[in-house]
C-alpha cells in the first residue's frame, strides 16, 4: 500500500481539503499504485454516498446550429457534422420524455438547449413552461442546460420550478481558448454565479481527452471546488466527424477512471457524475466508475450520441451490490 495516497485519502475522508501539488501527484501515480488510488477513492466514496449511487436522464430540446464553435461538439453550425437539426421543442414533447425517464428510473431530467444562451423571450416561456409542467405531472426533478445566462434568466428559470442548472466549465481557463473562441472561461463563471444567485443548484463539469494536460485537469477540479458545485459531470471525448477533434485517440481506460478517482479525492462530498463517452473510453471497464468513485451516473442516450441500454446500466449496479439512490431526494 502506498503511504502517501494513504495520508492525502485520510485528509479527504475529513473532508479536508488536499492540495494542488498532491492532487497532481494522484493524477500522475503509475501502473504499480492506481489500484491504491482505486481503493482510496472507492473508501472516500462509501464515506459520503454508501451504497447508493443516482442516476439521470437528459432530453435534447433544441439542435444543431450554435454560434459557438466548441471544439468537440457536434452541434457548432461551424463544423459540417451531420448532426440532426431542429428548433426549440413545445412543452408537451418535453413533458411525454420526463414521464418515460421517470418511469425508467432517472430521479431527473435536464432539458438541453444547444446555442449560446436562450435568445428570446418566447423560448425562454417555452422552457419555463415544460419546467412547470414536469413539477405538476411527474416526481423528477427539472433540471437544465441553456448555455450562458443573465441574472434574468436565471431568475426566471427558478421562479418556473428549475431545481438545479448544468453549465460545465469544460477545461482549465488556461486550456479554455484552445477549445473555444466564441466566448470565454469567465462567462461561464460567471453564469454559473447567476445561477447560484438565483438559488439554482449546480451542476458543472469537464470534458477530458480534448488535448488537456493533467495541470488542467487539477485546476478544473479546483475552480469546481472553490464555485462550490453540487453536482460534478466527467464527459469523455466521443470524436465526432466533422469537428476538429474528429481525430482524437480516447483515452486509456485506466486513465479515465484515475481522473475520476482524483476528482473524488479533491471533491470528496459531492456528486460526481459519469457523463458522455463512457462507452468508448472506458469500455469493458465502465462498471468500474463506481469503484473509482463515481457514485452518478447518466444513462440513456446522450445528447447526439448514443448510450447503452438503461436496463444493462441498472443490471450492472445490481450486480456490483449498489443501489439506485431513492429518487426524488
Ligand atoms: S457545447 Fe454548447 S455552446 Fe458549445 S458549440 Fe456545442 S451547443 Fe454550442
Redesign the pocket.
Known amino acids: 500500500m502506498n503511504n502517501k495516497i494513504k495520508h492525502i485519502a485520510d485528509q479527504s475522508l475529513r473532508n479536508e481539503p488536499i492540495s494542488r501539488t498532491d492532487a497532481l501527484y494522484l493524477m500522475q501515480v503509475g501502473r504499480d499504485e492506481i489500484y491504491d488510488l482505486f481503493f482510496w477513492a472507492n473508501q472516500i466514496r462509501l464515506r459520503y454516498f454508501s451504497h447508493s449511487v443516482k442516476a439521470c436522464s437528459i432530453v435534447s430540446a433544441r439542435q444543431g446550429r450554435?454560434?459557438?464553435?466548441?471544439s468537440?461538439?457536434?452541434?457548432?453550425a461551424r463544423y459540417h457534422t451531420g448532426v440532426e437539426e431542429f428548433p426549440l421543442v413545445d412543452a408537451k414533447t418535453i413533458l411525454d420524455v420526463a414521464t418515460c425517464a421517470e418511469q425508467a428510473g432517472s430521479s431527473s431530467l435536464g432539458i438541453v438547449t444547444?446555442?449560446?444562451g436562450i435568445s428570446n423571450p418566447g423560448d425562454l416561456r417555452k422552457i419555463c413552461d415544460a419546467v412547470e409542467e414536469i413539477a405538476r405531472h411527474t416526481h423528477i426533478h427539472p433540471h437544465g442546460s441553456f448555455?450562458i445566462l443573465t441574472h434574468e434568466t436565471a431568475q426566471s428559470l427558478a421562479k418556473s420550478g428549475l431545481k438545479r442548472l448544468n453549465h460545465n466549465l469544460?477545461t482549465s481557463e488556461r486550456f479554455f481558448p484552445k477549445v473555444?473562441s466564441?466566448?470565454t472561461f469567465h462567462d461561464r463563471i460567471n453564469t454559473i454565479r447567476c445561477a447560484k444567485e438565483a438559488g439554482l443548484e449546480i451542476c458543472s463539469g469537464a470534458i477530458f481527452g480534448i488535448g488537456e494536460e493533467a495541470e488542467d485537469r487539477i485546476d478544473l477540479a479546483f475552480t469546481l471546488k472553490d464555485l462550490d458545485v453540487d453536482v460534478v459531470p466527467l464527459n469523455f471525448l466521443h470524436p465526432i466527424s466533422g469537428t476538429p477533434l474528429k481525430d482524437s485517440l480516447p483515452l486509456k481506460p485506466m486513465e479515465a477512471l484515475k481522473i475520476i478517482s482524483v476528482f473524488r479525492f479533491v471533491l470528496p462530498d459531492k456528486e460526481i457524475k459519469i457523463a458522455g463517452g463512457r462507452e468508448r473510453n472506458l469500455r469493458d471497464l465502465q462498471s468500474w466508475m463506481f469503484y473509482a468513485g463515481a457514485n452518478s451516473t447518466m444513462i440513456g442516450n446522450y445528447l447526439t450520441t448514443t448510450g447503452r441500454k438503461v436496463e444493462d446500466d441498472f443490471q450492472m449496479i445490481r450486480d456490483l451490490g449498489l443501489e439506485l439512490a431513492g429518487n426524488y431526494d
Open positions: 450554435c454560434t459557438e464553435d466548441c468537440f461538439c457536434s452541434q457548432s444547444s446555442g449560446y448555455g469544460e473555444c466564441t466566448h
